[in-house]
């Protein structure tokens, strides 16, 4: 019976950390662009059908990021706002192109990356997390899970992007566990990562 207690406890607790949701709303993306690459708006303008290769995916990746680059870059907005937009957008393109992806039969691509993602994004960072919100408990006084909640979100936002309606990475991950700046975001998210074209 106390190990169902414990269980039912640690369930409860990890549902209210993923549900924290620390100053996601105090930098508004840009809406307008982000209209333009949605997963449908991406659909209609470069088609649906499940049968790229890898360099074909990398291709389409690559192409749309860098329209949104251009979009982003001759934006006259700030850089919080930008760098916000441009982690949404780099989230949203990275989807499109892995449901693109028809080297195997179903999505077995998108499954094996959303796996690689929620270990690179997320899990690998729970332990400095953990260290740090212990950190910060002391040093303030009082219990906090600020970094172990985003963690986690950001887990879930990696291993279930569709369900989640979440970015990986996200903004408030980047910024708050990353320890990254505007511009280093979106410097970042504006730059492919070149070592997976050629795999």
Same mark, same amino acid.
């Given at each position: 019976?106390n190990l /169902?207690?414990?269980?039912?406890?640690?369930?409860?607790?990890?549902?209210i950390?993923v549900?924290h949701?620390p100053?996601?709303?105090?930098?508004?993306?840009?809406?307008?662009?982000?209209? $333009?690459?949605?997963?449908? !708006?991406?659909?209609?303008?470069y088609g649906? !059908?499940r049968? /790229?290769?890898h360099?074909?995916?990398?291709?389409?990746?690559?192409?749309?990021?860098?329209? !949104?680059?251009?979009?982003?870059?001759?934006s006259?907005?700030?850089?919080?706002?930008?760098a916000?937009?441009?982690?949404?957008?780099r989230?949203?393109?990275?989807?499109? !192109?892995?449901?693109?992806d $028809?080297t195997?039969?179903?999505?077995?691509?998108?499954?094996?990356?959303?796996?690689?993602d929620g270990?690179?994004?997320g899990?690998?960072?729970? &332990?400095?997390?953990?260290?740090?919100?212990?950190?910060?408990?002391l040093?303030?006084?009082?219990?906090?899970?600020?970094?172990?909640a985003t963690?986690?979100?950001?887990?879930?936002?990696?291993?279930? &992007?569709?369900?989640?309606?979440?970015?990986c &990475?996200?903004?408030? /991950?980047l910024?708050?566990?990353? $320890?990254? $700046?505007?511009?280093?975001?979106?410097?970042?998210?504006?730059?492919?990562n070149?070592? /997976?074209?050629?795999?």
């Amino acid at each position: 019976m106390n190990l /169902f207690r414990t269980l039912v406890v640690a369930i409860c607790a990890i549902i209210i950390l993923v549900n924290h949701h620390p100053d996601e709303d105090s930098v508004e993306p840009l809406h307008d662009l982000l209209l $333009g690459y949605q997963k449908e !708006a991406l659909k209609s303008h470069y088609g649906d !059908a499940r049968l /790229f290769n890898h360099t074909e995916t990398r291709q389409i990746y690559n192409l749309v990021l860098s329209e !949104a680059q251009n979009a982003i870059l001759n934006s006259h907005e700030d850089a919080d706002r930008k760098a916000y937009t441009c982690s949404k957008i780099r989230s949203q393109v990275r989807q499109y !192109a892995r449901s693109r992806d $028809g080297t195997y039969k179903g999505p077995w691509t998108e499954i094996v990356l959303q796996l690689r993602d929620g270990y690179v994004h997320g899990i690998k960072y729970l &332990p400095i997390a953990l260290r740090k919100d212990v950190s910060d408990s002391l040093a303030l006084q009082k219990p906090t899970l600020l970094n172990t909640a985003t963690v986690l979100r950001q887990a879930y936002y990696c291993l279930a &992007p569709t369900l989640s309606g979440g970015e990986c &990475p996200s903004y408030t /991950f980047l910024r708050v566990i990353r $320890g990254k $700046g505007d511009t280093a975001i979106l410097e970042s998210c504006l730059r492919s990562n070149k070592g /997976f074209n050629g795999i």
